[in-house]
């Protein structure tokens, strides 16, 4: 059976494109019918807590490219033309089970990597303007039409348009032949900072992007910095017991080399990074999304509640990672949740962590997994549902 990867297989992908080169995988699910409507999306784009987009090529006021941002109503669908305009939906995994259920299809790459699944609707002309993203996608035909065009690597100075709130290239012009229309079912995968513009050629165009987030070099530095700096004692500082004779406003090498040394020791850490980095890459897109059970449950509710049936799942923004212990600790881990590290044994990290099936009861057997199944499902990151099978 072929996978959502076509012919190839995830090694072969890896190797080959990620990161690296477009890729068009006609049929990449044969026959794809979207568990969503066009009116659904908009229904959610209406939801307070839902973050949405409007992108049209001129606005009410007459002038190019205006953004609205959510929550939409009625009144705005009501007043837009037939034509030239998209609707962005951020995060429909969170809200839609049936949306979240692809995830499972892309389990060859990390899924703390991952950002969400942002779906648009677009009627004919439908396009937020040629652009450079800063992360991998695959771009998903869900229904109707859409013309993909590739315009090559952009450098970080790639020129874009002035004066409007999207970010759109000021030069595009299509690479190799890079042009393609794409039927439901169809994906494009493409790497950060390949230039493409997509056109709706249909009253019914949906397309699901399927992102990845990497970190910049600023977000970590400043990230790690601060959580490494709650650790460090106020009593290591700069010190310059080599200092000699010198002109006293001169702020010599040696002065330099001193505080580079002050900081690179300090930062340089890995078992620290490395708690750091999972809490991180764990965070939530949208933390205030992430609510705590009130009142709380304890231990023997949580167990009745299983016994009747239930079942423990992920919540749906939660992210999960874990870390086996560094050397000599086999049998221990750090279980990552949504920005917290909890060290348990490997088993339970690896079987909270992986994969999307209910957890099994019999995890429930252990004090230690018990207490901490309880945490997870009073802050939020873990919860009971009714089974679908009950
Ligand atoms: C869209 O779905 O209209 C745009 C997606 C993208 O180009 O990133
Ligand atoms: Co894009």
């Known amino acids: 059976m072929t996978g959502i990867l076509g012919e190839l297989t995830p090694e072969r992908f890896l190797a080959e494109y990620w990161q690296k080169k477009p890729l068009l995988i006609r049929q990449a699910i044969p026959g794809f019918e979207s568990p969503l409507s066009a009116e659904e999306l908009a229904g959610l784009a209406c939801e307070e ?13 007459g002038k190019p490219w205006q953004v609205t941002h959510g929550p939409m109503d009625e009144e705005i669908f009501a007043r837009l033309p037939e034509r030239d305009w998209t609707l962005l939906v951020q995060a429909v995994d969170h809200y839609v089970p049936e949306v979240a259920e692809l995830l499972e299809q892309f389990s060859f790459i990390p899924r703390w990597r991952l950002d969400d699944i942002m779906i648009s609707y677009a009627p004919p002309g439908g396009n937020v303007g040629p652009h450079v993203d800063n992360y991998d996608v695959f771009l998903l035909q869900g229904a109707g039409q859409r013309r993909w065009q590739l315009g090559g ?15 759109i290239l000021k030069e595009f012009s299509i690479s190799n032949d890079e042009e393609w229309v794409l039927e439901p079912g169809d994906m494009l995968y493409l790497p950060p900072r390949y230039a493409h513009h997509g056109i709706s050629e249909s009253s019914d165009c949906m397309t699901w992007s399927i992102g990845f987030r990497a970190p910049s070099a600023d977000e970590a530095v400043t990230s790690w910095a601060d959580y490494r700096g709650e650790q460090l004692s106020d009593a290591v500082r700069y010190a310059d017991p080599d200092l000699g004779e010198q002109d006293s406003a001169l702020l010599d090498d040696a002065a330099i080399e001193r505080v580079r040394a002050l900081i690179l020791n300090s930062l340089d850490d890995r078992e620290q990074m490395s708690e750091w980095f999972g809490r991180y890459m764990t965070q939530t897109k949208y933390p205030d999304q992430l609510i705590a059970l009130e009142p709380s449950l304890d231990l023997a509710t949580l167990r009745s509640a299983l016994a009747e049936g239930e079942q423990l799942v992920r919540g749906q923004g939660s992210r999960f990672a874990y870390r086996p212990a560094p050397d000599g600790d086999a049998d221990r ?3 990552f949740v949504d920005g917290d590290g909890i060290p348990c044994s490997l088993a339970l990290a690896q079987q909270v962590a992986q994969g999307n099936q209910p957890l099994p ?30």
């Open 153 to 167: 690597f952009q450098g970080e100075d790639a020129a874009i348009v002035d004066g409007i709130s999207l970010r």
């Open 49 to 61: 807590e839902v973050e949405s987009r409007l992108v049209e090529s001129v606005g009410a006021d």
């Open 361 to 390: 009861i019999e995890l429930l057997d252990d004090h230690g997994a018990a207490e901490l199944l309880l945490a997870l499902t009073n802050r939020g990151s873990l919860v009971l549902e009714e089974s679908s099978e009950a």
């Open 333 to 335: 881990a750090t279980l």
